[in-house]
């Protein structure tokens, strides 16, 4: 009943808001009310996942010098993650108040097991010989770590941020319960009605995938020899034991 009144109060005379199905023409009336949430959107997701990346890639390298650290820290923040996120934001409300920080503390905290472990996955699929050779070249283990092991650990680093942006743009439509905005606060404020529904949800599957094209296009810019290794195809050793499995 409620639902109803509200999608009559908005019609006025348009048919289409009354009988709520897809209406082109309140969403070209009404789509600028959308853009400070979106903003509000971008910047939760953003924020989150670069301070993610922060204390994800810290651990990580402390983890790389010291392994036995690896099974705790992937166990911390995986009991993080798989804490309900609305639970998390109304948790956190009476200790760190109601806004976006309360909601960026939850949300930074969904990506650290996401990336810590494909930063660490990355760390250990550097070749040792590679790590010998540069040794042996004089690098400081501050050189092997920066000019060698991060430059060959890109890939799993840029696949750990495509996942972590792309899930952390869906929970941020949950921040408006931690008081954040977004674009769930405009899902949320009319929920039955169609047109209001498609156009927010649209935003943010088209901010998803802005983030996923801006991450593949820096990894194939930051990355020229994948490029080279995927037109060249299988290296030769590949090939060769490829030949004896066939034979």
């Known amino acids: 009943m409620l639902a109803q009144l509200e999608i009559h109060q908005r019609a006025g005379n348009d048919s289409c808001v009354a009988s709520n199905g897809f209406c082109p023409s309140w969403i ?3 789509i600028d009310r959308y853009l400070h ?35 705790p820290i992937i166990g911390v923040t995986g009991v993080l993650y798989t804490l309900p996120s609305i ?27 996401i990336l810590f472990r494909n930063i660490v996955t990355g760390f250990d ?27 060959l650990a890109m890939p799993e680093i840029i696949a750990g941020l495509r996942i972590a942006s792309t899930t952390t743009v869906g929970l941020a439509t949950l921040a408006f319960f931690a008081g954040a905005g977004g674009l769930g606060g405009e899902i949320f404020a009319d929920i039955t009605f169609k047109s209001n ?17 801006v991450l593949l296009t820096a990894q194939r810019i930051a990355l020229p020899w994948q490029r080279a290794q995927t037109a060249a195809g299988p290296r030769p050793r590949r090939l060769w034991r ?3 499995v066939m034979d």
């Open 28 to 30: 070209a009336h009404n």
């Open 37 to 71: 949430p979106f903003w509000q959107h971008v910047y939760l997701s953003v924020i989150a996942v670069v301070l993610g990346f922060v204390i994800a890639f810290a651990l990580a390298v402390l983890a790389h010098n010291r392994h036995w650290l690896v099974g």
């Open 87 to 113: 639970a998390v934001f109304f948790l956190l409300q009476p200790i760190t108040g109601r806004g976006a920080f309360t909601a960026l503390i939850a949300l930074t905290a969904y990506t650290l097991l």
């Open 125 to 151: 699929n550097v070749p040792a010989e590679t790590v010998d050779a540069a040794r042996g070249l004089g690098f400081t283990d501050r050189q092997v770590l920066w000019r060698v092991e991060v430059p």
């Open 197 to 213: 529904v498609v156009v927010a949800g649209a935003l943010c599957l088209l901010l998803a995938i802005m983030f996923d094209v």
């Open 242 to 244: 490829e030949a004896r």
